[in-house]
């Protein structure tokens, strides 16, 4: 055999090799080939073209790879099975930036999948080398690197904790000040990811010094590095009062607000979302919220969108509510009661309805002014048919129950409270006869429309037990009126008078 023939048979392998690959590569995109591939081994025969002599080739086998593991977590463990992830490792520290791009890819599909896939990558030992990798002069690596550390991270503490170890915070922000709006994303979504799980984890990433960066991209025209810088602050924010503060003095108020009129979806619900877990901390932190005018914008925002998107702002008004009195009355001011009537009536989702019940029963629950304000909008009959419906979730139930009983406990505003008598179910009746047992006593005119009402009537029907809280209310009721109209109101009195009428002897002259 001619010299010249022996290259063409090593041309025509490494030809075979690379049409094998690409085609393998291209075949794992449709799903409905997927099976196929794995029956036949294709991870086995993949496992060695990593190693190749040929760039190419390395790199097409490593993206089919993370084709492979990223569809489902059976092919990742797969790919964990059968000692890939060592080689992977091996080579992303020698190989050329396409190579590194494409096992940071096959590193974040496995990861993506479970914290023991992700453990898995962190046993390997690919932490340090991905956090190399992070000082890459190429963005394309950078990014990849950024995305498969945020993947590992996003688990749990311990493998956030690994990441951290590791020395990837600092690195980072540094990717979030890069000019690539697609790293400064990846890097803002990983911090965020790290951030999450613990006060602990969200200081070193403050420590990093990432939130004043984090704060300037707030009004970056990039709707989805919005949604990442947005999410990364809240992340930071929820955990302690002093990480919230620490996030409110990079000055992100009123800077932020202007997210809530943002055309992306998401946008809005991160904001709404950050500002729920900075306001939920404490009343100075709301009031901060309130004078900024927040308030309203979230309550502007919530009528704007429908569905998950509303839920941090319902939310958000919950807990700005209740701190005091004077921020609950600030929620109702800006019309806050209107727009959670109308989530309540109009959401499909048992658990967005759940929100606005118990945020209604956090502005209601402070005083007569407060629930008489809940009250007018005729909220409580909506709240008593949820608590009431066998179709309501139990979350549901418990929540519409919790705030009839605070608003109730508070309502002074009689005709609210009076289609109740007729309506509510001995739990909640008791707390309804109760507020009038208050009231009656001091308004003449409240007792005269009680009579004509049929209220009276009503509560004479109402069947106590002696001695219970209930009767004592009643009681309490009966005392407000003349004997003989409490006498002609209650049941069987007008057979009482026909039987007078039968048994009178007529005075004959």
Same mark, same amino acid.
């Given at each position: ?5 022996? $290259? ?15 085609? +393998? ?36 086998? @490593? ?10 977590? &059976?092919?990742?463990?797969? $790919? ?11 080579? %992303? ?10 096992? @940071? ?28 990798? %992070?000082?890459?002069? &190429? ?5 990849? $690197? ?10 749990? =503490? ?46 070193? +990433?403050?420590?990093?010094? @990432? ?25 930071? =924010? ?23 009129? &943002? ?7 991160? =904001? ?44 958000? %008004? ?21 727009? %959670? ?15 606005? =019940? ?28 949820? *608590? ?24 002074? *505003? ?96």
């Amino acid at each position: 055999m001619s010299q010249r023939q022996v $290259v063409q048979v090593f041309e025509q392998y490494q030809k075979a090799r690379t049409q094998f690959v690409q085609m +393998v590569a291209e075949l794992v995109t449709r799903p409905q080939n997927i099976e196929t591939l794995q029956n036949a081994g294709v991870m086995s025969l993949l496992r060695p073209l990593l190693l190749d002599v040929v760039p190419t080739i390395q790199q097409t086998a @490593a993206l089919a790879l993370g084709r492979l593991a990223n569809y489902n977590d &059976d092919l990742a463990e797969a $790919v964990v099975k059968g000692d890939i992830l060592p080689q992977l490792v091996y080579s %992303l520290a020698e190989q050329n930036r396409f190579y590194k791009k494409a096992a @940071a890819f096959v590193l974040r599909a496995v990861a993506k999948h479970s914290p023991q896939l992700a453990q898995a990558i962190v046993d390997c030992g690919a932490l340090d080398t991905l956090v190399i990798c %992070l000082e890459d002069f &190429d963005p394309g690596v950078k990014e990849a $690197v950024a995305w498969a550390l945020g993947y590992i991270a996003r688990h749990n =503490a311990e493998l956030s904790q690994a990441v951290v170890d590791a020395g990837a915070v600092p690195l980072l922000v540094l990717c979030i000040q890069e000019p690539e709006i697609a790293l400064k994303r990846i890097a803002a979504s990983a911090l965020s990811d790290i951030s999450k799980h613990s006060p602990e984890l969200a200081q070193t +990433v403050v420590d990093a010094g @990432a939130i004043a960066h984090l704060a300037q991209m707030i009004l970056n025209p990039d709707a989805k590095l919005k949604r990442q810088v947005l999410s990364a602050l809240s992340q930071v =924010a929820k955990h302690s009062v002093d990480l919230a503060e620490m996030v409110v003095e990079a000055e992100i108020f009123p800077v932020v607000l202007t997210c809530l009129k &943002d055309k992306d979806e998401y946008v809005k619900k991160n =904001a709404c979302t950050l500002i729920r877990e900075i306001a939920k901390h404490t009343p100075e932190l709301s009031q901060l919220i309130v004078n900024t005018g927040g308030v309203a914008a979230v309550i502007d925002c919530i009528g704007s969108c429908k569905g998950n998107i509303r839920l941090p702002g319902i939310m958000m %008004l919950g807990y700005v509510a209740a701190h005091s009195e004077n921020l609950a009355m600030a929620v109702i001011i800006s019309k806050g009661v209107a727009q %959670l009537s109308i989530c309540l009536s109009e959401e499909t989702e048992d658990h967005i309805k759940a929100a606005a =019940a118990w945020a209604l029963g956090q502005i209601g629950r402070h005083t007569p002014e407060h629930a008489r304000a809940v009250a007018v909008t005729n909220t409580l009959p909506v709240l008593l048919s949820l *608590y009431m419906s066998t179709e309501s979730s139990e979350d549901l139930q418990e929540k519409s129950k919790k705030a009839i009983k605070t608003i109730l406990q508070k309502c002074t *505003y009689l005709p609210a409270l009076e289609p109740f008598l007729y309506d509510a179910p001995p739990n909640i009746l008791k707390h309804v006869v109760g507020q009038f047992s208050k009231v009656l006593p001091h308004d003449s005119k409240a007792r005269r429309l009680f009579v004509t009402s049929g209220g009276l009537k009503k509560v004479q029907e109402i069947k106590a037990e002696p001695g219970s809280l209930l009767q004592e209310y009643i009681n309490s009721i009966n005392n407000c009126y003349p004997e003989e109209i409490v006498r002609y109101y209650s049941p069987g009195y007008s057979d009482t008078l026909l039987q007078r009428v039968d048994s009178y002897q007529p005075i004959i002259n």
